[in-house]
């Protein structure tokens, strides 16, 4: 199982600044251990999380029985597990890391962070698939890496109909994966040589002003700048 890292912290307090209000419903997509349901129920939210992994489900669903929460954990390919319904909050913590494998691993701890040759197998998908699953007032929260494209997901999340913007930013010392495949980053052109740190961002996208003129539901001004 693979421990929540520091893309969850940062996800963290970027959600510990948005003012949820009791019974608003909230989806956490790759939700793994099940950190960011569990902080969202434990705030009155009506939680549902989604994983693909067989092991992250039951884990998720084990700390939500362990930290008294109610949360509906569903397994299944990202959006799958909850066609059709409607979200205020939805939060994301895909995997970005680039790989020179094609394709998104079958199983094995490596499918929580292997994405593509540039990392964005899953964060394509997202960009195309869950802004459908917000309400009119709706916000996403994704957290990603700068090697795989935060540019690219900012103008996907735009061609969509929403109002992105990067609103948390943390730099910090890659981990065991990341060092392991510094020399590819570097033949891929994604890092400098010598580069030894990534910068973790946080988008935060609501619906365009342009298609829905009315505030959303809730934020403090405490983005980053």
Known sequence: MYAPQGDTSLLLESLARERLEPGIRTLDLCTGTGVLAIAAARRGAEVTAAD???VAVAAARLNAVFHR????????????????????????????????????????SRRAWDAGPDGRLLLDRICRSVPVLLTPRGVLLLVQSSLSGVAASLAALSRAGLCARVTARRIQPFG????????????????????????????????????MPSAIWGTRDREAA
């Open 69 to 108: 929460c109610r949360v509906r954990v569903l397994r299944g390919d990202l959006t799958e597990p909850v066609f059709g319904r409607l979200f205020d909050l939805i939060t994301v913590n895909p995997p970005y890391v680039p790989t020179a494998a094609p394709e998104a691993p079958a199983g094995g």
């Open 176 to 211: 065991p994966v990341m060092t392991a495949r510094v020399p590819w980053f570097e033949r891929q052109g994604l890092v400098a040589p010598g580069t030894t740190n990534e910068e973790l961002v946080v988008i935060r996208a609501v619906r365009s002003p342009a298609r």
């Open 52 to 54: 693909i992994s067989g």
